[in-house]
């Protein structure tokens, strides 16, 4: 799905615009009806009828709000969720070689990781690069000792409440905490935007403001300000 953005009068909407398919008929029978309707008021006022063109304004009222009034009343909602959200509670910064919960080594072996971990059901993975190459192990125990957990919450159908968190395994104590949220496009946009291939795809909140997903890294920067690569701390 293409992916955008809006911001109206300080509000965030998010759509394709797609629905304007829906509209524009619409808005096509009202230019013609106005220009009928000056066309009798300019040479017989008494035949002038204002229904003419009040019908199809409503018509356009009725469509636009059917296919957009979800985005409208979520944007706002959403909107002013995201100016209270994306502040990083951080309790302790800590060093380690990895962590569990990714397989992106690709983009932390540079930042200075030597590994990085995943759980997959009741097997376990490690991710490291030797030789230059990605090698995924299949492992019993996990080297590290700091995990980082996603919760999501559904409750809310364009809505998602998002918490990002840093844990260490052996006592659950929390290093740190990120909440944001996420919003999803209207139901005309989610109905149409398989032929994007990519259904519904949520956009993130990210210092106060919305960005697309690929714009928004705020899992990996919790990361990056509190689990550091050993010796990168003196």
Same mark, same amino acid.
């Given at each position: 799905?293409?992916?955008?953005?809006?911001?109206?009068? !300080?509000?965030?909407?998010?759509?394709?615009?797609? &629905?304007?398919?829906?509209?524009?008929?619409?808005?096509?029978?009202?230019?013609?009806?106005?220009?009928?309707?000056?066309?009798?008021?300019?040479?017989?006022?008494?035949?002038?009828?204002?229904?003419?063109?009040?019908?199809?304004?409503?018509?356009?009222?009725?469509?636009?709000?059917?296919?957009?009034?979800?985005?409208?009343? @979520? !944007?706002?909602?959403?909107?002013?969720?995201?100016?209270?959200?994306?502040?990083?509670?951080?309790?302790?910064?800590?060093?380690?070689?990895?962590?569990?919960?990714?397989?992106?080594?690709?983009?932390?072996?540079?930042?200075?990781?030597?590994?990085?971990?995943?759980?997959?059901?009741?097997?376990?993975?490690?991710?490291?690069?030797?030789?230059?190459?990605?090698?995924?192990?299949?492992?019993?125990?996990?080297?590290?000792?700091?995990?980082?957990?996603?919760?999501?919450?559904?409750?809310?159908?364009?809505?998602?409440?998002?918490?990002?968190?840093?844990?260490?395994?052996?006592?659950?104590?929390?290093?740190?905490?990120?909440?944001?949220?996420?919003?999803?496009? !209207?139901?005309?946009?989610?109905? @149409?935007?398989?032929?994007? !291939?990519?259904?519904?795809?949520?956009?993130?909140?990210?210092?106060?403001?919305?960005?697309?997903?690929?714009?928004?890294?705020?899992?990996?920067?919790?990361?990056?300000?509190?689990?550091?690569?050993? &010796?990168?701390?003196?």
């Amino acid at each position: 799905m293409n992916e955008a953005v809006h911001t109206i009068l !300080g509000y965030s909407f998010y759509t394709t615009g797609l &629905g304007l398919v829906v509209v524009f008929p619409f808005i096509v029978w009202f230019l013609f009806a106005l220009m009928k309707y000056l066309s009798f008021f300019q040479h017989d006022k008494h035949n002038a009828k204002a229904k003419t063109i009040i019908i199809p304004i409503v018509f356009i009222m009725i469509s636009f709000f059917a296919v957009f009034g979800d985005v409208i009343w @979520f !944007g706002i909602k959403a909107t002013n969720t995201c100016k209270k959200a994306g502040v990083y509670k951080i309790n302790k910064i800590v060093q380690a070689d990895g962590f569990i919960g990714s397989t992106n080594i690709d983009y932390w072996y540079p930042h200075g990781f030597k590994y990085v971990e995943i759980s997959s059901g009741r097997k376990k993975y490690r991710f490291e690069i030797v030789n230059n190459k990605k090698i995924k192990s299949k492992i019993n125990n996990f080297k590290s000792i700091y995990r980082i957990d996603t919760s999501i919450d559904y409750s809310q159908r364009y809505i998602r409440k998002i918490k990002y968190s840093i844990l260490k395994i052996d006592n659950n104590e929390i290093l740190a905490e990120y909440n944001t949220i996420a919003l999803k496009p !209207g139901w005309f946009d989610c109905l @149409f935007s398989g032929l994007w !291939g990519n259904p519904c795809a949520p956009i993130k909140c990210c210092d106060a403001k919305f960005y697309t997903s690929s714009q928004c890294d705020s899992k990996y920067q919790l990361i990056k300000k509190v689990i550091k690569p050993k &010796g990168e701390i003196k």
